[in-house]
C-alpha cells in the first residue's frame, strides 16, 4: 500500500516505517507523529493552531500523524474530524462501552451536579461502587483502590507489589508504555525515558 494512501477521511496517512523494524524507543513513537517538516503541507487554519499549541503547551506534547487529525466529536467506535469526516476509532479505549455512551454520560453529569471531591469523606455512593465491583471478583480480590488515570494506577500497582514483596524488578515489553509518572515512565521503553536493564 503507498504509505500515504487515504484510508478513511482525508488526513489519514500511513506510518512509512514498519514496526518490526529495529528502533529505538524514541523512534517508536516518532513513527507515527507530526513533525515541523510537515508543516508545509497543511493549510493555514491547521498551522496555525499547531503554532498556538506549541507555543503554549511546549515541545513534549507530541502530534500524532503527518497531518494531524483534529476530533470534534465521537459516538461509540466512531471519532468525527472538524471537517465531518468520520473515523474507526481503534485507539482511544473504545472496546469497554465506546464513546459519548448515555449511561456514562448521565452518570457522570449527575454525580458532577450533586459533588465532586475526594475519598476521605464517609459517603455511601464509593462504598456501594466498592462493594459492587468487589462482589464481581473472586474473594481473593476484597479490596478496591480507587484512581484516576492510568499512570496513577500502574504507579499504585507497583507500590503495592514492592511493600508485599520486597522485590523491585518489572518485567516490561519492549516497546511498552505504561504512564507518565516518574516510576511508571522510567519502565516505559516507548517514552524513550526509561533506566531499565535490558536484557536478550
Ligand atoms: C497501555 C497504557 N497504559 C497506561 C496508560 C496511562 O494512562 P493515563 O494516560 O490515564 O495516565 C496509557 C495511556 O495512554 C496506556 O495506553
Wanted: net charge neutral; aromatic share 8%; with cysteine.
Amino acid at each position: 500500500m503507498n504509505p500515504s494512501h487515504q484510508v478513511c477521511g482525508r488526513n489519514f496517512r500511513m506510518p512509512t516505517h514498519r514496526i518490526d523494524q529495529p528502533q529505538n524507543p524514541v523512534e517508536v513513537i516518532a513513527l507515527n507523529s507530526f513533525s515541523s517538516k510537515d508543516q508545509v503541507a497543511l493549510d493555514a487554519q491547521t498551522r496555525s493552531l499547531i503554532e498556538r499549541r506549541q507555543r503554549v503547551m511546549g515541545p513534549a506534547y507530541r502530534l500524532f500523524y503527518t497531518v494531524p487529525l483534529q476530533p470534534a466529536r465521537a459516538q461509540g467506535t466512531k471519532i468525527v474530524d472538524v471537517y465531518g469526516d468520520e473515523y474507526l476509532d481503534a485507539y482511544n479505549n473504545v472496546a469497554s462501552v465506546g464513546h459519548n455512551h448515555p449511561r456514562v454520560v448521565e452518570a457522570v453529569a449527575r454525580q458532577l451536579r450533586l459533588i465532586n471531591t475526594n475519598t476521605r469523606y464517609l459517603q455511601r455512593d464509593i462504598i456501594e461502587y466498592a462493594e459492587s465491583l468487589v462482589s464481581a471478583h473472586d474473594a481473593d480480590l476484597a479490596n478496591v483502590m480507587f484512581t484516576c488515570t492510568g499512570s496513577e494506577a500502574n504507579d499504585l500497582a507497583v507500590r503495592m507489589a514492592r511493600q508485599v514483596t520486597g522485590g523491585t524488578g518489572i518485567i516490561v515489553t519492549e516497546y511498552a508504555y505504561h504512564g507518565c509518572t516518574r516510576d511508571v515512565a522510567s519502565w516505559s521503553p516507548a517514552s524513550g525515558v526509561g533506566d531499565c536493564p535490558r536484557f536478550g
